[in-house]
């Protein structure tokens, strides 16, 4: 425990790190953090802990190992569907424009016969709309600073202009007429934007699904709308679609960005497994500096890391400190251990007396992210937590950090080890 001002005590937490995070973004994520326990426990100072430079992975040709690295997506397969919501915002992130390409198919086939030649049609205005909101954002109001939030300031106008110029919101403008219409194309509109800029910002993005949905509201006002369209032909049409589909899709659309543009999401998980005690003498040193004891927090590849460090600890081959309280999020560690392949412990044992209590939080929609109350039956110090952003795969990995709900429980199990 360490003192606090005004004769409070106040907790250390130390936080790893988990896949593909690299110097500028671990200070935003440790920043944002830092934020995120204050609010629920004032005292709380954060030590964040990064490795990806000396112990994370690099592709050393450039890719070329990857198949299909030019194209990004993959034949469809079978398997369990999504639920409509994810499987439709998966479609979108994949191909942004898709619900304004059937959204113009739908709208054609209805009112052809309604059109009038030389006459501007109804989407016209949209048009105009969606023009001015390629300019710079407004200083004041929701908008720029919702994006600033979740990470899609630098890719939001790039996406406004794609769409803007896209031969698929040009048709879907030409082909409605009525007012019914134009609102559902400015809904389709603006989830084509908010898809864009997520697409964009990749795993840069920190953006849970309140906060998307939020996004969409702000750009169809922009765009001259009072809500999102419920309902639409298009959106029905998107949504059947989508649950005829399967993770498989969004995982061949990921495959190329997940290990190029963020190798280290796979990479660092595979170096670890080969090398890692180097990490883990780095994260001993680290822990056992502290002069009192800590709640440490791992998240992906560095919980699997405090899983490892605190199980061979607890039989004896190490002497880091014992933790209040071990925090898990999207980690793939009990996964790892059914597998056989986790470093602390030989396959199929239970965790040794001296491990310590550990909370594992996950989003079922995250696919880097696995349960540990199932693989250790019966042992009370290990709790699950389940959470949701609303993301589908990968964003759902990173969204983590903007729930309060993560940030709630580990304060609930904070204050009972204390």
Known sequence: MVDAPGGQVGMR???????????????????????????RLPTAELVPVYWGDAHGAGLSAGGASIPGADR???????????????????????????????????????EDELEVPGVRGAGGQVTDHLGELTSDLPPAGELA?????????????????????????????????????????VSATARAVVAGALGGAGDEAWCTGDERD?????????????????????????GALALRLTTQPALDHWRTPLTT??????????????????????????????PEPVVVIGHSLGGIALVDLYALAAIGQTATPRPHLLVTVGSQAPFLHELGAL??????????????????????????????EPVFPGDSRVTDHEVSSRQPFPLSHSAYWKLDAVYHRIAEETEAST
């Open 214 to 238: 939020k996004l969409v509201d702000l750009v169809v006002a922009g765009l001259g709308g009072t809500g999102r369209f419920p309902g639409g032909r298009a959106a029905a049409v998107l």
């Open 343 to 372: 470093t602390g412990l030989p396959p199929t044992a239970g965790l040794p007396p001296g491990f310590p209590r550990w909370l594992n939080i996950y989003d079922r929609k995250d696919l880097l992210a696995y349960r540990a």
């Open 145 to 185: 600073p919702l994006l600033r939030a979740t990470g899609l300031a630098g890719s939001y106008p790039s996406a406004v202009e794609q769409v803007a110029a896209s031969a698929e919101f040009a048709d879907a403008c030409d082909a409605v007429s009525d007012a019914a219409g134009v609102s559902e194309l």
């Open 13 to 39: 937490f130390i936080f790893v790190h988990g896949t593909g995070v690299r110097r500028e973004r671990h200070e935003k994520l440790a920043d944002l953090i830092s934020t995120g326990l204050r609010a």
């Open 72 to 110: 990004v997506r993959g034949a469809e397969s079978g398997g369990t569907p999504l639920d409509e919501e994810t499987a439709a915002w998966a479609l979108l992130l994949a191909d942004p424009l898709c619900e304004l390409r059937v959204l113009a198919e739908c709208a054609a086939g209805a």
């Open 261 to 290: 543009r963020a190798v280290p999401a796979l990479g660092d998980i595979l170096r670890y497994q080969a090398r890692g005690r180097p990490l883990r003498d780095h994260l001993e040193r680290v822990i056992t500096s502290s």
